[in-house]
């Protein structure tokens, strides 16, 4: 068991569901000591740009309010944190960063679906062949990990990359080595096993833990019932011997 997820979503970003307070009892029941909630970050887009899988900025505030009251509520039970998934959008990432710091956000995470921005770049989850977009993929992740304001890597082989497998190890051995020397935590993604998405992968987890990483479990919640422990991942017990990876907690 691990004592932690920081990991997890609301009805906000529009495809998730279930109430925080069913995360948190279920958090509680699965038997973990921290219930993070992470949810997809508004981004503070200057030109009044729509993103389909975040919350508004016009929803910030209730998304704050709502998970200071069950703080609150349950801090005899067990602890909740108030945090967010955020990519790193160069174009207003100091502006995110100022709308965090003054709603007293406590953590992010860095999940970095579109590279290197939501509006003009490719999503990293669709299949590519190219190693351009691999080499810019890990590229911007370590420029966004370099800012220093994230907890964790969260999916950190989102990309989607069906080439050569011996292109991609070798370009995300460099992503390994910067997280090996920064001491930068890689999310085993519970979600993406659970209902067979490409990662987390056994290529990329063998590579990492062969070179020293450092590996958090995260549900990646977007349901209550996915706040679970990884023994009760189908798969995970044997994703675990394959790769060498093993957990900490936070």
């Known amino acids: 068991m691990v004592g932690s997820n920081f990991h997890a979503h609301t009805v906000r970003c529009g495809h998730a569901t279930g109430t925080e307070r069913e ?3 279920q958090a509680i029941a699965k038997g973990f000591k921290v219930c993070g909630f992470s949810d997809h970050t508004p981004q503070p887009f200057a030109n009044g740009f729509v993103s389909r899988i975040r919350m508004g900025m016009e929803e910030f505030d209730g998304y704050v309010k709502t998970l200071r009251s069950l703080k609150a509520e349950y801090e005899d039970r067990i602890e909740v944190r108030i ?8 174009s207003c990432f100091e502006k995110l960063l100022e709308e965090t710091e003054k709603r007293g956000i406590e953590y992010l995470i860095l999940g970095q679906h579109f590279v290197p921005e939501e509006e003009t770049g490719f999503y990293a989850g669709s299949v590519t ?4 977009d691999l080499i810019l993929y890990v590229e911007h992740t370590i420029e966004a990990l370099e800012t220093g304001k994230f907890l964790y890597l969260a999916h950190p082989d989102l990309i989607h990359f069906l080439g050569d497998e011996d292109i991609y190890l ?3 051995e460099r992503l390994c080595a910067y997280a ?3 001491d930068i935590l890689l999310e085993v993604n519970g979600l993406g096993l659970l209902i067979n998405r490409w990662y987390p992968g ?3 987890f063998k590579l990492a833990s062969s070179m020293g990483c ?10 209550p019932t996915q706040i679970r422990q990884p023994e009760d991942i189908p798969g995970m017990t044997e994703f675990l011997a394959e790769t060498g990876v093993s957990f900490i907690n936070l």
């Open 23 to 25: 995360y948190i009892e």
């Open 83 to 90: 945090g967010l998934e955020a990519e790193y959008y160069p």
């Open 129 to 132: 062949y190219s190693e351009d």
């Open 170 to 172: 070798k370009h995300m």
């Open 180 to 182: 090996k020397e920064r």
């Open 202 to 204: 056994i290529p990329f």
């Open 214 to 223: 450092s590996f958090v479990f995260g549900c990646d919640a977007h349901d």
